[in-house]
């Protein structure tokens, strides 16, 4: 695999074209740091450098992966222009955003498809409390939403890059993965570039991007998702400093005091989502009732649906 991938080495960029990606279907990228041995007492012999990895949507299979025939090299040849890094050239101090035209306040605003998708699953988060009114046994969120899901996401194919000798936290390392994306870009005809990165180094991406002016127009820095979600927790932490949640959690047992703490911190995500979804639940689980009568008042066969529906395991 890698002899294959080495074969399309751009000698000027050291960009390479993954073999499994095809032509006229969009490309997203990641970058990440690898930290390998990082806990070491002294400090020493540890080891830090860069990956990336391209995605493409749509591929029924890697056919051109599984044809490959075993090498009969036991040493592999690596381009010298692989572990060249391109200096940035810039100063931290001076960046600031560049528009090419005023920022339209009205970009942000809900569309009514937003709003459409926003009471569709506001339905669904409610039709999910009704059916865990009766029973602790339904199913839980996760698979709920599983059940009533009717999208069926393409496969998606990966294609994995050299990694650089460099920490990915350095501008200049940081360049070097950006001109190296925007080559893969311009290989298959894709105007803009999606590079996805972790919140530390997001911020070093934004300023790469104001002080270049190709990379303006062409690049787009993208927060992981994980790390919005952790943001999102972290406001919420701050929101809910002194209102008891905290209390309440450790008092039911459902979480240790440090866990807590680490959760209202943004830290511990999968215990934090869990920690969130049991105590929306738990209030739900008091107001439902309260909501059902309100129903049953106003429009009683509303009322028999409702329940009937969150009495039916099989339903969907």
């Known amino acids: 695999?890698?002899?294959?991938?080495?074969?399309?080495?751009?000698?000027?960029?050291?960009?390479?074209?993954?073999?499994?990606?095809?032509?006229?279907?969009?490309?997203h990228y990641t970058a990440d740091n690898i930290d390998i041995l990082d806990e070491t007492l002294d400090g020493k012999n540890t080891f830090h450098a860069t990956q990336m990895a391209v995605w493409q949507r749509g591929q029924k299979q890697d056919a051109t992966l599984q044809q490959l025939e075993p090498s009969t090299r036991r040493i592999l040849n690596v381009p010298s222009i692989l572990e060249n890094v391109c200096a940035a050239n810039i100063s931290q101090a001076?960046?600031?955003?560049?528009?090419?035209?005023?920022?339209?306040t009205t970009w942000f605003s809900n569309s009514e498809t937003n709003v459409g998708s926003v009471n569709e699953a506001k339905a669904k988060d409610l039709a999910f409390f009704l059916r865990?009114?009766?029973s602790e046994t339904r199913p839980s969120w996760t698979v709920f939403n599983q059940?009533?899901?009717?999208?069926e996401p393409e496969?998606?194919?990966?294609?994995?890059?050299?990694?650089?000798?460099?920490?990915?936290?350095?501008?200049?390392?940081?360049?070097?993965?950006?001109?190296?994306?925007?080559?893969?870009?311009?290989?298959?005809?894709?105007?803009?570039?999606?590079?996805t990165v972790d919140q530390a180094l997001y911020c070093k991406l934004i300023e790469l991007k104001w002080c270049v002016p190709e990379y303006r127009n062409k690049l787009i820095p993208r927060?992981?998702?994980?790390?919005?979600?952790?943001?999102?927790?972290?406001?919420?932490?701050?929101?809910?400093d002194g209102s008891g949640l905290a209390e309440v959690w450790v008092e039911s047992g459902l979480l240790g005091q440090g866990t807590v703490e680490?959760?209202?911190?943004?830290k511990a995500y999968n215990k934090g989502m869990r920690a969130h979804k049991l105590t929306l639940q738990a209030l739900?689980?008091?107001?439902?009732?309260?909501?059902?009568?309100?129903?049953?008042?106003?429009?009683?066969?509303?009322?028999d649906q409702l329940s009937n529906m969150a009495a039916d395991d099989n339903r969907e």
């Open 132 to 134: 865990r009114q009766e």
């Open 147 to 151: 059940s009533v899901s009717s999208v």
């Open 1 to 27: 695999m890698a002899e294959s991938t080495a074969e399309s080495l751009d000698p000027a960029t050291g960009a390479i074209i993954p073999p499994n990606l095809e032509a006229n279907n969009f490309i």
């Open 94 to 104: 001076k960046t600031e955003p560049v528009f090419a035209s005023p920022v339209d």
């Open 223 to 240: 927060l992981g998702g994980l790390h919005i979600s952790m943001n999102f927790l972290k406001a919420i932490g701050d929101h809910m």
């Open 284 to 303: 739900w689980h008091t107001v439902a009732p309260t909501f059902l009568l309100f129903v049953a008042e106003v429009d009683r066969e509303c009322h």
């Open 155 to 195: 496969q998606t194919a990966t294609g994995y890059l050299p990694i650089i000798l460099a920490p990915a936290h350095e501008l200049d390392t940081l360049n070097t993965v950006v001109k190296r994306c925007l080559a893969i870009s311009a290989h298959f005809g894709q105007e803009h570039t999606v590079l």
């Open 262 to 266: 680490r959760i209202l911190a943004r």
